[in-house]
């Protein structure tokens, strides 16, 4: 008594895994994970319309026109409530099907179905599903992906769900079937049985040799070890007479590797069906204990024996798949979520787009202030690209800047008070030059166009004093004791032609660092590709003006430190600030000048290391000023103060979604619904 008791229970708690199970799949939950099923697949003519018949008592196309041409899926359930039996159909739309299609077929819906065996209602869905007439040229397809779900209730239904896809076939039907119907449906039946939580129901008749079948081989290579796979033999009578006992020993025995069973059915045959005199159950029985075939085992054969194990398999798979199902279902309806997320924020109105594009300025601008303020622990992002420590990487190369200006900026070395050399002492020998380039980045092909190509910068020359001897010799006037400041300016401008060179590639660089900042901080703050692609042409041109602009000052601030002539149209105040500024240097370098044994006035290295000094500060200040700092930096070109230049048109061109976004966004949207439904329904 206990016992009844406990398989009652468990008979009501598979009932109710059973139900939530159906219910994913009218949430269309099918679509997004693999669902528990019952799938029944075969060759056409291979008697699978006929066994839906003997499970559903109801009657299926037999026109050849009406064939199966989509998926089928029929739910039985009990309902004690109910009076009799009620059949309703409805359509699921297919995944790809887009969402006026798919609203379409989901209004459709036909009540209290005796048969399915009607011309008109079985049109009405071909119409509805789009598909082709037969000997028509309408240019429409044979099959859908669409699913007809028929929902059958009543008190005395046992709970049952099966999928029925269509027949597979070898040879095409000309002006009907092509090439491309045989590939749609090999992926159809394919897809079916693929799902691992399957049970693949192959249905074969047993007059023909399982060799040719492609059912069963590919039901043997999806499901080497017969884990879920079910062989169901048809048309026993129509086995030839002396063959009968291969079938019997293949059914009883189980075939190989096959943990489920073997079954028989005997389906009307044609005859039968046209004078419809003949009760399929109870032919099928008379059949049974007919020999030999009453030596099949009992419950192998027929189509209530069959109902009864479908129902007990359904149940074993989903009480052993059912707690995978929701983790799943958790863990797909968060992937979705996210993705959707990805996407940022929905853009259809010009409202949702200025807020799309303020939200992108305002991560830009907090991603930028934290860049130059060093404050790296702000966020994930400064770990993740070293690329965005603008300050750092621009101090890096200013130290750089300033070892290469103090190493090799002058053309020749020069000599301390010993008369050896100074730092990087020069060689003769070509072999052991040293060799710099002026920049320290690999250039980018996107401001190739604006900046210098990386130079040769070689290492200084010896023998100062041979050359400051010549040089002297060379410029000689009526000094008295001293030497013609023309002197200073001739060497000031031989010992610094590095100049040029060692700022602009600096500047180039530091131009490099603060582009790919720009790109990279971007490419956080808008994490949409195609966004980012439309947004960054609006404001390329002045960026690549701004760096134009400090390449230019870098260039002007080399230009006046070589010429030391400023431009202008008052001659009094050139004269005075040329005497004022040659009496300046004058002093400058006579405070550093020392007499050599050979009764020549030298400069001291500090004395130029100084200027350099100075070189070295302006040019690091206009970096600082044009790109940085400035009230003209690049980084003022995206700020809120943009957005409001943009006209309706223009913010629809940069943040407007196109139409492929627009259906990932609906996609996504309509899954999450479906997952939050199914998460309600199995939590």
Not at 129 to 155: N, Y
Not at 275 to 302: F, H, N, Y
Not at 347 to 366: G, V, W
Not at 526 to 542: A, F, G, H, K
Request: with cysteine; hydrophobic share 35%.
């Amino acid at each position: 008594m206990g016992s009844a008791k406990q398989s009652k229970r468990v008979m009501l708690a598979d009932l109710s895994l059973l139900e939530k199970i159906d219910k994913l799949f009218t949430h269309g939950v099918g679509e997004y994970i693999s669902l528990p099923q019952l799938v029944v697949v075969g060759e056409q003519s291979s008697g699978k319309s006929s066994i839906l018949e003997g499970l559903t008592k109801m009657a299926f196309p037999r026109d050849s026109g009406l064939c199966t041409r989509f998926a089928t899926q029929i739910i039985f359930r009990r309902e004690l409530k109910t009076e009799g039996r009620r059949t309703v159909a409805s359509i699921v739309p297919a995944p790809d099907a887009d969402e006026k299609r798919a609203e379409r077929l989901r209004a459709w819906q036909a009540d209290d179905l005796q048969s399915l065996d009607s011309a008109l209602l079985m049109a009405d869905v071909h119409d509805l599903m789009d598909l082709s007439k037969k000997d028509s040229d309408d240019g429409l397809p044979a099959f859908s992906s669409d699913v007809l779900r028929l929902e059958i209730c009543g008190p005395n239904e046992h709970h049952l769900s099966v999928i029925d896809v269509p027949g597979t076939f070898k040879n095409t039907t000309p002006g009907f079937t092509t090439d491309e119907d045989k590939a749609m449906i090999n992926r159809i039946v394919d897809n079916y049985m693929n799902n691992p939580r399957s049970v693949i129901l192959a249905v074969i008749p047993a007059n023909v040799d399982l060799a040719t079948q492609r059912i069963d081989q590919k039901a043997r290579e999806i499901d080497p070890e017969g884990t879920r796979t079910l062989w169901i033999l048809t048309k026993p009578n129509m086995v030839d007479k002396g063959a009968e006992q291969k079938v019997i020993d293949l059914v009883n025995r189980g075939g190989s590797k096959s943990k489920f069973v073997w079954f028989v059915v005997r389906n009307l045959n044609h005859k039968e069906l046209q004078e419809k005199t003949v009760q399929r159950d109870e032919a099928e029985k008379e059949w049974q204990v007919k020999l030999p075939w009453s030596l099949v085992d009992k419950d192998k054969w027929g189509i209530e024996a069959l109902k009864s194990c479908l129902q007990e398999i359904l149940s074993l798979i989903v009480r052993k798949e059912f707690q995978s199902v929701r983790s799943e279902i958790a863990s797909k309806l968060t992937q979705a979520k996210a993705e959707l997320h990805g996407l940022g924020a929905e853009r259809e109105s010009a409202m949702h787009q200025r807020a799309y594009l303020l939200d992108i300025i305002s991560k830009f601008q907090t991603i930028a202030q934290n860049a130059k303020s060093i404050n790296y622990g702000a966020n994930d992002y400064f770990d993740e690209a070293q690329e965005l420590r603008l300050a750092t990487l621009v101090v890096n190369r200013n130290d750089e800047f300033a070892n290469d200006m103090e190493k090799q900026g002058h053309l020749r070395q020069f000599e301390t008070d010993d008369g050896s050399s100074g730092p990087a002492m020069a060689s003769n020998s070509e072999d052991e030059k040293k060799i710099i380039y002026s920049r320290k980045l690999d250039p980018r092909s996107d401001l190739e166009d604006i900046l210098p190509q990386p130079a040769e910068v070689p290492e200084p020359l010896a023998n100062i004093t041979e050359w400051l001897n010549r040089v002297y010799t060379d410029s000689r006037g009526f000094e008295l004791g001293s030497f013609s400041p023309a002197l200073l300016a001739t060497t000031m401008k031989k010992q610094s032609t590095k100049w040029p060179t060692l700022a602009e590639g600096y500047i180039s660089d530091v131009i490099t660092i603060f582009h790919t900042f720009v790109l990279k901080t971007l490419e956080y703050a808008c994490p949409n590709r195609m966004v980012r692609e439309t947004l960054l042409p609006r404001v390329m041109d002045d960026l690549l003006d701004k760096y134009t602009q400090a390449l230019a000052r870098v260039r002007f601030l080399s230009q006046i430190e070589l010429s030391g002539t400023p431009i202008t149209v008052n001659h009094h105040f050139n004269e005075n600030l040329q005497k004022s500024r040659q009496k300046r240097l004058t002093k400058s370098f006579e405070d550093n000048a020392v007499t050599t044994s050979n009764d020549i006035k030298a400069i001291r290295l500090s004395a130029f290391t100084q200027h350099i000094g100075n070189k070295e500060h302006a040019v690091n200040e206009a970096a600082d000023f044009h790109l940085l700092s400035g009230p003209d930096t690049p980084l003022s070109l995206l700020t809120p103060s943009f957005v409001n230049t943009l006209t309706d048109q223009d913010q629809e061109d940069i943040a407007g979604e196109d139409a492929g976004v627009k259906r990932v966004r609906a996609q996504l949207k309509k899954e999450i619904r479906d997952l939050e439904a199914g998460k309600k329904i199995m939590f």
